[in-house]
């Protein structure tokens, strides 16, 4: 029988398999940070271990970072004693930095990408729930806790019990104006949190293939948020052609051998999924979260749920207590809610195509009075190139902050949080209680649903803009 | 790590679902370059209410937590079990929990115990009759027992095989993989020269 994508690439990382012990499978990629790598080679230190492939590994700041000033010493002590231990146990163990200030550093799942370290076929694993990003080029790539940090560093290997697999299907393709991100806010809400736990989720069909690779990472990146071990996408020209050129992709021989093996990463006909979900993309419109995580969402032209329309006794619960913290009340139009910060950035949205889409739409606009727009590019490179093209210019005109590289107010580690009560729409991918900041109130948003928010101050959709009058240059009679 | 038998104490119910990592610490909480001291971030949010049930003077020495379902999920942060842990929990109970929570809880020593869901609202009914009770959690036999008489709880839980054993035996993952360095190296051996590497 044939075989699924997932299970090609786990099958060719196993170093051993025995009956009652999880699989050990051998990592190509291990990203680092600084919030979950302290303990980790503390633990090293202390059983007298080293890092097994330093050149395996690579490491940069973006949880703990500030967006501003990052050119002078972190502010909060605590914060400096965490980056300046990770930097410490980089010159130490011997494993590549891009520390603050470096023209590569930024927020892990989008430096390894752009640095074509991310390939298909490929392991990857990080400390941080969203490596599932990296699946966008078929990679099996998922996050780790600190103990499992410590294991990578000093045996290149993890014990893993084989997952099973799910295929999600979208068929159909995306209407204009509607995003990736809408499209997996629409899966999650279907899906519910807990509905991948325990598959690597492959994601297929029109809909995914016609996504650019940045769009394919949005995907892949909320895999986590319904629960999945890992999502990934099958290897194809799109993948290619981003990968062709960048600084760690092969080059030459090399690469004609890669992408040899690449286009064997794909499920066999004959494969069998365990479970499979089949969607519709051309029915799916700009999609919105009303609620405390993630599968709490709605269509941006719906309305705020009446908790007593949820069958399930456990989500009439939680239905009632997000919309208590979320200060919202059951049946409000979604277009009516008044939004404080939005914030544009994350791993999610970060990269530079959703800088380019924001540009486009806010071009030309001004920002809502009582609304502020934080744009934060993912990476150093993002936002160098984003300058080049004169977008920064674009979002400072309209009455934007542009910021340095990081995570930023994803998840309000640095000094970007959200205050209490305050409302966002964020483009990053979790809308947990406080997770912007204390008391802050998350809409988890696509890029133009963000774009337009921040000119009109209430969710919107770019369809809701008054169009850009350009001025017209009249002729003067003499 | 400390071997894993056999754990009586007072049990807390955690009456949510969905309680994800921020909520379990914020991240705000995670900037201490140690294993300890997490104990003040546990549950920040819910910690300055008064009714929240670890502030009740019955809960005050709990060390079961039983949660509703989806228990720990979001970020991969392990600071969620160790800030459990430095509180002083010994074991969660839940009917189902996130896969990077759970993995994270065996590798850290916290038992993570997958029950019936209706096991979940026997304890909290059982709790709420007898605030302060304990609940005894039995590695060895996967049970979970409260209560005594005609009225007594005592139902199976779920772990793995091999969590269940590296907990029993209180042995560190990495001695184990390290003893497998002939299967490492040989599989190096092979790995196409394409592959990239950072240095």
């Known amino acids: 029988m044939g075989r699924t ?59 703990n970072v500030p967006t501003l000033d990052w050119d002078k010493p972190i502010a909060d002590p605590v914060s400096r004693t965490q980056v300046e231990t990770l930097r410490r146990n980089a010159a130490e163990f011997g494993v590549r930095l891009h520390p603050l200030g470096d023209v590569e550093q930024g927020i892990v799942h989008v430096v390894g990408p752009q640095l074509g370290l991310t390939q298909p076929g490929m392991t990857i694993v990080c400390g941080d729930s969203h490596t599932s990003t990296h699946g966008a080029f078929g990679a099996i790539a998922f996050g780790i806790g600190t103990s499992e940090v410590e294991h990578v560093l000093a045996t290149q290997t993890l014990m893993q019990a084989r997952p099973k697999t799910m295929a999600v299907t979208v068929n159909g393709t995306l209407p204009p104006g509607v995003t990736a991100k809408d499209l997996v806010l629409t899966l999650i809400t279907h899906t519910g949190t807990g509905g991948g736990q325990g598959y690597i989720v492959e994601y ?53 051998a890669a992408v040899a093996h690449w286009r064997s990463l ?67 139009p979604m277009r009516e809610i008044k939004v404080d910060t939005v914030f544009v950035g994350s791993c999610t949205n970060g990269r530079i195509e959703d800088l380019r889409l924001a540009a486009e739409i806010i071009k030309g606009h001004k920002v809502d009075k009582d609304t502020r727009l934080l744009v934060v590019p993912g990476s150093v490179r993002v936002r160098m190139q984003a300058e080049d093209e004169g977008l920064d210019v674009i979002f400072k005109e309209a009455g934007a902050e542009w910021r340095g590289a990081g995570c930023s107010m994803c998840l309000g580690m640095n000094p970007d949080q959200l205050t209490p009560g305050e409302r966002s729409a964020s483009t990053s991918n979790r809308n947990f209680e406080g997770r912007q900041g204390k008391g802050g109130r998350t809409h988890l948003v696509s890029i133009p649903v963000a774009a337009a928010t921040a000119v009109r101050g209430t969710l919107s959709s770019p369809a809701d803009l008054a169009p850009v009058v350009e001025p017209v240059e009249t002729s003067r009679a003499k | 790590m400390d071997k894993f038998i056999t754990h009586t104490g007072v049990a807390a119910p955690l009456k949510r679902s969905n309680v994800d990592t921020d909520q379990i610490i914020p991240a705000v909480y995670l900037k201490r370059v140690t294993r300890t001291g997490f104990e003040d971030g546990l549950f920040a949010a819910w910690r300055s209410d008064p009714a929240f049930v670890l502030n009740k003077p019955e809960y005050a020495e709990a060390s ?12 991969s942060r392990e600071h969620a079990v160790w800030a ?57 036999t996967r049970t979970v027992k409260a209560g005594d008489g005609p009225d007594a709880i005592e139902d199976s839980f779920d772990i793995d095989d091999y969590t269940r054993w590296r907990l029993l035996e209180g042995l560190d993952d990495i001695g184990i993989t390290l003893s ?9 051996a092979a790995r196409p020269s394409w592959k990239p590497a950072t240095l």
């Open chain 1, 5 to 63: 994508l997932a299970e090609k690439v786990w099958d060719e990382h196993v170093v051993r398999t025995a009956d009652g012990e999880p699989d050990l499978l051998y990592i190509d990629l291990h990203l680092i940070h600084e919030v979950t790598s302290p303990q980790a080679f503390d633990g090293l230190r202390l059983a007298g271990r080293t890092v097994r492939r330093p050149d395996l590994t690579l490491a940069t700041e973006d949880h």
């Open chain 1, 204 to 256: 297929r069909g029109q809909a995914i293939e016609e996504l650019s690779m940045e769009g394919r990472m949005t995907v892949c990146n909320m895999s986590i948020e319904w629960g999945a071990k890992a999502g990934l996408i099958a290897p194809d020209q799109t993948t290619f052609d981003y990968l062709e050129g960048r600084p760690e992709a092969p080059k030459g021989a090399d690469w004609d």
């Open chain 1, 266 to 332: 794909v499920t066999d006909e004959d494969a069998q999924f365990d479970e499979e979900i089949v969607l519709d993309a051309s029915t799916m419109t700009p999609f919105v979260t009303w609620g405390t995580n993630p599968g709490q969402g709605v269509p941006l032209g719906g309305a705020v749920p009446d908790p007593a329309s949820f069958d399930e006794e456990q989500d009439r619960v939680a239905a009632e207590k997000a919309l208590e913290y979320m200060g919202l009340e059951a049946g409000t």
């Open chain 2, 64 to 75: 079961v937590l039983v949660a509703g379902p989806d228990f720990g999920t979001g970020s």
């Open chain 2, 84 to 140: 459990l842990q430095n509180y002083g929990f010994k074991v969660v109970i839940s009917s189902r929990f996130a896969d990077i929570f759970r993995g994270n809880s065996g590798k850290a020593g916290l038992l993570a115990a997958q029950v019936d869901e209706k096991v979940v609202q026997r304890l909290w009914d059982h709790l709420d009759d007898h605030p302060g009770a304990t609940v005894t959690v039995d590695l060895e």
């Open chain 2, 180 to 188: 497998r360095e002939e299967e490492i190296a040989a599989y190096e």
